[in-house]
């Protein structure tokens, strides 16, 4: 079986831009005429800020290309993005790789692709890929060489579609159209991938991250604990942020405050650690040390909505 759609008018990512370019090529593939700028904008005016997540790119569709919707889902199977595609409807992943010394300063990072075609008989994957040094457009990659960068960021997808199309997304997604299905099949999944391998800092960063979702805090911050003392790609914690989520809920204020400045020595302007070191320093009494963190990472993103509530929650001014 294969599926071949037909690939969106390609675009050369701007540093550090993949989410942005990569949601372009979506859009554009349903009519939307916007460029990556339109989306880093609002979701990422500064360049310096190095990542987009996938619920700020499911953002922007909502609120700003109002005539579509989109959606994302955890676990994904090569199956699964089989269907999306042999249905006609291109779906984005979230993968690590690794750099070359040339690109970024080498090492592990993380990537958008958008995935355009399979086949079965060749068992690849056709995808447009914004960085012209990792493949540009219509690249193929194996089925498993895809999955096991896909399965360092919890195997997630985003799709876009017409809301008039929602039976057909419900019935392309089966069981699990159903978020709490969807993550107990993701959950179920990374502890098996534990239990093949103990030493996975990825199997457990994805078990404490499906934790999360359920709340199950001292769970997760046990499974986040793991990962990082097995050793993670010092840029892991820019894209990911469930420690925070788990180790705030656990009271490990401190905690919280480590992983942030670890972060952020190496990746200064990410908002999200900002966010999060500041209400750290809020519940240990550092009342002004946090609203600092707040403000600065509105300097960096002037949208950060998590930020501006942050700062009304103090009764604060940006």
Known sequence: MSASLTAPAWEKQDWNNCGPATLALNLRFHGWEGDQFDISDMLKPDRGDKNVNIEELAFYVRTQAGWLNADFRVGGTIEQLKRFLAAG????VEKGFVLDETDGGGGWAGHYLLLTGYDDEQQTFTVQDTNPGTGGPDRTISY???DEGWREFNRVFLYIYLPQDEARIQSILGEHADFDTNR???LEAAQKEIELNSQDPYGWFNLGTNLVYFERYGEAAQA???ALSLGLPWRFT?????PYIAYFNQGRFEDVVDLAEATLFRTYKAEESLLWRGWANFR??????AIV?????????PNYQDALYALDFVGSTP
């Not at 409807?89 to 984005?92: A, D, G, K």
């Not at 240990?284 to 040390?289: A, E, H, I, P, R």
């Not at 963190?293 to 993103?301: G, H, P, Q, S, T």
Request: hydrophobic share 35%; charged share 25%; aromatic share 16%.
């Open 293 to 301: 963190d707040w403000r600065e990472a509105l300097e960096y993103n």
């Open 284 to 289: 240990l009494g550092d009342t002004n040390s």
């Open 238 to 242: 820019r894209y990911q942020f469930g």
């Open 224 to 226: 986040f604990d793991n």
């Open 184 to 186: 107990s099949s993701a």
């Open 144 to 146: 498993t060489e895809l």
């Open 89 to 92: 409807l291109p779906v984005i």
